[in-house]
C-alpha cells in the first residue's frame, strides 16, 4: 500500500499479537507512525528492534487503573498526537458460564469493555480539538448473534457493539469517525479458551482467518475519504457456520 497515511500517528493496543500486530504492520506500511501498546515488554522489546524507527513501543497494562488512564496522555507526549486509535486489546472465555470463575468474568469484562470505554473518553478531548481523527474498535461476529458456547464474551461484545454506535453518533459532529470489525474466529492466542473439539474442527473445516486479513478490512475503512465512515465490517471465514 502506498503511504497514503504518512505524517499520521496511530496506537493500537494489544499490539504485541495477533490483530493488533498486523494492524501496527498495516498502518506502518501505510506511512503512519505507531504506537503499539501492550502489557508484554519482552515481546514490545523485540518487536521496536524489527519494525523500526517508526514504530514506538508503551507497555500499559489496561487492568491497572493508573497505567490506563496514563496511556493516552504518555502517547500524546511521546508522539505529539493522536490521529488513529485502534482500541484491540481484549480477552476470550468460552465454555458454560457455570464453569466459569467470576474473578476471570471480572477480568474479561474490565478488558473487553471498561478500558476500551476509558481509552476512547481519554482521546476524545484531543481529537475534538483537532477536529479529526479515527477510532476502529475490534469487535466480534459473536457482537452480532448470540453464541451459546461464550455466553460471557458474547455479552461483551454486544455491549461494545453498542457503545461503538452510540460513539459514532455522538462524535461524527467534530470530524471524528468511529466504527468497528467484527471478526470470525481469527488464529490467535484468543483461542487457547476454546473447546477443543470446536478448534479441532474450526482448522479441520478452514473455519478460522488470518490476523492479517483483519488487518486489511480496517486499512480499509481507515482509508476512506473522509466523507465516508465505514460503520462496521463483518469478516468471516467463509466455511464458519453461524
Request: hydrophobic share 45%.
Amino acid at each position: 500500500m502506498a503511504e497514503v497515511l504518512s505524517g499520521m500517528v496511530a496506537a493500537v493496543t494489544g499490539a504485541a499479537s495477533g490483530i493488533g500486530l498486523a494492524t501496527a504492520e498495516a498502518l506502518l506500511g501505510a506511512g503512519a507512525t505507531v504506537v503499539l501498546v501492550d502489557r508484554d515488554e519482552a515481546a514490545l522489546d523485540e518487536l521496536g528492534e524489527r519494525l523500526g524507527p517508526s514504530a514506538i513501543t508503551q507497555v500499559t497494562d489496561l487492568l491497572d487503573t493508573d497505567s490506563c488512564n496514563a496511556m493516552v496522555p504518555e502517547i500524546i507526549d511521546r508522539a505529539g498526537q493522536i490521529d488513529i486509535l485502534h482500541c484491540n486489546a481484549g480477552s476470550y472465555i468460552g465454555g458454560d458460564l457455570i464453569e466459569t470463575d467470576t474473578a476471570t468474568i471480572d477480568r474479561m469484562l474490565n478488558l473487553n469493555v471498561n478500558a476500551v470505554m476509558k481509552n476512547v473518553h481519554a482521546v476524545i478531548p484531543h481529537m475534538t480539538e483537532r477536529g479529526t481523527g479515527d477510532i476502529v474498535v475490534t469487535c466480534s461476529v459473536a457482537g452480532n448473534t448470540a453464541v451459546p458456547w461464550e455466553p460471557v464474551y458474547s455479552a461483551s461484545k454486544w455491549a461494545i457493539n453498542c457503545f461503538v454506535q452510540t460513539m459514532r453518533r455522538q462524535l461524527c459532529q467534530h470530524g471524528i469517525r468511529v466504527g468497528q470489525v467484527n471478526p470470525g474466529p481469527v488464529i490467535s492466542a484468543l483461542l487457547a479458551d476454546w473447546p477443543e473439539e470446536n478448534l479441532r474442527k474450526a482448522k479441520e473445516s478452514g473455519s478460522l482467518i488470518e490476523p492479517s486479513e483483519v488487518a486489511d478490512a480496517i486499512m480499509f475503512m481507515l482509508t476512506r475519504p473522509r466523507n465516508v465512515t465505514i460503520r462496521d465490517v463483518v469478516i468471516l471465514p467463509t466455511n464458519f457456520d453461524i
